[in-house]
C-alpha cells in the first residue's frame, strides 16, 4: 500500500515502524486491520482487488505521447479518448495529445473501465533566455503602510512590487494569500489555511484608512476582520448568476461555521456529511464570504495586469495542507485520511519530530478523481502567481504520517505517485506560464533531488543552512538561493544566536544542549562571514557582502526577506510552537512600508545586490 516499514530519520538512524504505527496507517488507507494478525487476510484482499482492475486510475502521456496500455484481449474491445475540449478519439487514432486532462474509456466484454489521461510537458515552463533575476520576501500582512494601518493589504503588496521594479529586481514573493480563522480564537498561520481554493478577505484593499503610524506589539488579525467586514457590509451582493458553485458552497460552509461552530465534525449529521438547511446558515456571513471572494478575484486580476505590463512578477506559496476544521476536507472527506496528521520524524532542527496538524490527502483517493483538487490548488495559485514555490516538495513522492495520540516519533511514510503529481505541476506550470520551485528542504529522498532538476525545477539555496557545512558552497544554476526564509531566525537574529533563547524557552531545546548548539551556531556564522570575506562584528556589511555574493553566483534567483535588510533580530515564525503561545505570523515589520521604500540603506544594499546580478551575467 506505499507504506514504509522502515525509513531513515533526519537524525540518519534506520526507523522500523511499530506494529500499531502499521495498523492505524493501513486502515487508514482503507485496508480491513484492527492488529497485527489481520494482516494476511487483508493482504489477501489487496490483492484481489487489485486483480479485478484492469486500468489504473490515472494514465501520464508525457509530452502528449500515450504510454502502452495493457488492454482485455477480445474482438469487441473499443478504446476512446475524450479530449479536455470535448472531442473523441479512438486510441489508435489518438496521436501526440494535446495538453490538458483527458478520460480514456475501454469498453470489453466484462464491462467498461475508465481512467484520467494527464498530457503534460516532460518539464515546467520557464521564460525565455537565461535570467538573472532578483526580489525579496514578506509576509503581507506584516507589511502595514501608514495607510493600511493593522495588516499589509495589495494596494502595499503593488507598492512594493513597484520599488522593486525600479531598483532592478523582478519579484516579490509573499506567503500563502489563502484564507485563516480570523475570527476569535483567531489561527492565522497561512500554512493552516481554511482552503486552498480561496483568497483571503484581509488582503483586500479598503482605499484610505489612515491609521495611528505606532508600531503594534502583534498584527491583530480580529479587528482587520472587523475592518473588512465593516467595510463589505454595505457593498453591493454579486448576482448569484455570476459565482461558480464551489464559491456558493465555499460560503455557505462558512456561513454555516457562524451558526453551527467552527468544528464540522460537531455538526449535526447531514451537515458533517455536507447537507446545509438555510437555517444552518448566517446569511450575513455567507453573504460576506461572496463579496470578498468576488472583489478578491478582480483586484488580484487588476494587480496582475499592471505587473505584467511591468515586467514584475509575484511570488507565492503552494502550502501543503488544510486546517482540520477547514472547507476542503469537509467538502472533499472522501480525499483525506482520518485519524491521521501530517509532520516530520526527528531530524537535528527538531529532535522529537513534528506534527503540523492538518491530515493527509489519501494517495489512491486523489488518484481515482484523476488528482483534479490537487490541480485545482495549484491553478489557484496561478491566477497572481509568476513564481510556484511548492511547500515541502518531499510530499510529492512520500509524507510522514502520525496516528492521533501516537508519538512524534512514531509515525511513519507513506508513498505518494510522484508521476503523476509531478505531471500536474508541469502541466498547470505551461498552462498559466509560471516558473517552479520546490522546497526541498529537511529530509529529502535523493530521488526526489534527482527529479526536480529532470522536470526544470528550482531546488533551494539557504545561506544560513550552507553555513552549517564545513565547505559552504556557492548556489548553483539549479536553486533559488536566499538568506534564510520564514521559517528560518533572522540573519541578525542568526547571527546573535536569538533563535537558541527561543527553542529553550518554548521547550524546544534542552538546557544542557544549549553550549553545544551555540558553539556550532558560532563556527556556522564565521564560515559564511570568511566565505564572503566580511566579518561577523558587522552585520550590516557582512549583509551586504552575503548578498553580493549570492548576486554574483550561478542561481537564476536570488531573494532577501525584507525584515533582514534593516535587521530585524526576531523571526515571523519559530517552527514547533502554536501561535496561542508564541505569536507567529503576528509579528508586525518594525517600520512602515513608507520608511522601507524610501530608506537610503535599504535602497544601497539592493543595488549592490543588482550590480552583482548583473556583473555576473
Partial sequence: ?????????????????????????????????????????????????????????????????????????????????????????????????????????????????????????????????????????????????????????????????????????????????????????????????????????????????????????????????????????????????????????????????ARLGRTWRDWPPAAREGTLDRGQVDGDVERFHLVAQTLARQQLHNLREKLDEDGMRVGLDLAVGCHPDGYDPWSRQTLFAEGISVGAPPDRGFPSGQDWGFAPMLPEASRREGHRYLAASIAHQAFLAGVLRVDHVMAWTRLYWIPHGFGLDQGTYVSYPADELFAILTLESNLHRFEVVGENLGTVPRELDAALPSRRIWGMYLGEFEASKRAVRAPDASEMALVGTHDTPTFAGWIAGNDIAERVHYGLLAEDAVAAVRKERTRAVRRLAARTGSRVEDPRAFLAALLEWLGESDSPLVAIWLEDLWLEERGVNLPGTPSWVRPNWQLPMQRLLDDVLTDPHVEELLRRLDRARKHSS
Wanted: net charge positive.
Fill in 1 to 257: 500500500m506505499g507504506v514504509y516499514a522502515r525509513y531513515t530519520d533526519g537524525l540518519g538512524r534506520r526507523v522500523t515502524a511499530p506494529p500499531e504505527t502499521l495498523v492505524r496507517v493501513c486502515a487508514a488507507l482503507g485496508a480491513p486491520v484492527e492488529r497485527p494478525a489481520d494482516a494476511a487476510d487483508a493482504l489477501r484482499a489487496h490483492r484481489a482487488g487489485r486483480k479485478q482492475t484492469k486500468m489504473p486510475p490515472v494514465v501520464v502521456a508525457w509530452d502528449g505521447n500515450l504510454p502502452p496500455l495493457v488492454l482485455p484481449a477480445g474482438d469487441r474491445v473499443h478504446t476512446e479518448i475524450r479530449l479536455a475540449g470535448g472531442e473523441a478519439r479512438s486510441i489508435d487514432a489518438a496521436g501526440q495529445l494535446p495538453l490538458g486532462y483527458h478520460r480514456l474509456t475501454v469498453e470489453a466484454s466484462g464491462g467498461v473501465e475508465s481512467c484520467t489521461v494527464i498530457s503534460a510537458p516532460s518539464v515546467a515552463w520557464r521564460r525565455e533566455k537565461r535570467h538573472r533575476s532578483w526580489g525579496v520576501a514578506a509576509h503581507l500582512p506584516a507589511l502595514r503602510s501608514a495607510r493600511s494601518g493593522a495588516l499589509g493589504d495589495l494596494r502595499d503588496l503593488a507598492a512594493l512590487c513597484g520599488r522593486i521594479r525600479a531598483l532592478g529586481g523582478d519579484l516579490v514573493a509573499v506567503l500563502p494569500l489563502l484564507p485563516t480563522f480570523n475570527d476569535v480564537p483567531a489561527e492565522p498561520s497561512p500554512y493552516s489555511p481554511v482552503s486552498r481554493l480561496f483568497w483571503s478577505e484581509l488582503i483586500l484593499d479598503l482605499g484610505e484608512k489612515h491609521r495611528p503610524a505606532a508600531t503594534p506589539t502583534t498584527l491583530d488579525v480580529v479587528m482587520g476582520n472587523a475592518e473588512v467586514r465593516a467595510c463589505l457590509a454595505g457593498h453591493p451582493a454579486p448576482a448569484f448568476s455570476e459565482l461558480d458553485d464551489e464559491l456558493l458552497r465555499y460560503a455557505r460552509f462558512r456561513g454555516a461555521q
